[in-house]
T-cell receptor
């Protein structure tokens, strides 16, 4: 069981470039999440998905898009990167909500110059 | 909007002592609180869940309390060890809603 994996681990982008972060989970979880973590800000939810083919906005969705074409994968896209998107991005998954624990990936450190 | 707050200052304690971390929430009482541990360069790892109707939850050296009057959860690590040094995150949630995380408190246990 690999749990939750994320690729890439590190990335440097120039302003205006685009990229996609890939998250994969092998626990057959319905729910998947993308968070960003900034110093002193805690984890903030960007987008989430309650099942294959469905996505929803979280607390800070602007500048990001997501897709959940397969149950095990959740993609986070940045169409035109900005320096404000420099952050550490975490993917997570869970069996459900209402108290179910979330399993997190190792994170992707993104720097936008 | 609902906020969840943790002490942003690091907590330094001596090995063997009990570490106590605080999580405060505003406005309405969440249905449950979760505590996670995060090591540098890694993703958070779930530790404990406590629901609104529970006063206390224990797991080995860990204990969590939920005080709806004070709007506060306390997280205790007894007989702390240097290996317990990490950042601890509190998160609150309600039925059908997503988790909201606090900023975390860094714990340093000195030998």
């Amino acid at each position: 069981n690999a749990g939750v994996t994320q690729t890439p681990k590190f990335r440097v982008l120039k302003t205006g470039q685009s990229m996609t972060l890939l998250c994969a989970q092998d626990m057959n979880h319905e729910y998947m999440y993308w968070y960003r973590q900034d110093p002193g800000m805690g984890l903030r939810l960007i987008h989430y998905s309650v099942g294959e083919g469905t996505t929803a906005k979280g607390e800070v969705p602007d500048g990001y898009n997501v897709s959940r074409l397969k149950k095990q994968n959740f993609l986070l896209g940045l169409e035109s990167a900005a320096p404000s998107q420099t952050s550490v991005y975490f993917c997570a998954s869970s069996y459900g909500t209402s108290g179910y624990e979330q399993y997190f990936g190792p994170g992707t450190r993104l720097t936008v110059t | 909007s609902q906020k969840i707050e943790q002490n942003s200052e690091a907590l330094n304690i001596q090995e063997g002592k009990t570490a106590t971390l605080t999580c405060n929430y505003t406005n309405y009482s969440p249905a449950y609180l979760q505590w996670y541990r995060q090591d540098p360069g890694r993703g958070p790892v779930f530790l404990l869940l406590i629901r609104e109707n529970e006063k206390e939850k224990r797991k080995e050296r860990l204990k969590v309390t939920f005080d709806t009057t004070l709007k506060q959860s306390l997280f205790h690590i007894t007989a702390s060890q240097p290996a317990d040094s990490a950042t601890y995150l509190c998160a609150q949630g309600n039925a059908g809603n997503m988790l909201t995380f606090g900023g975390g408190t860094r714990l340093m246990v000195k030998p």
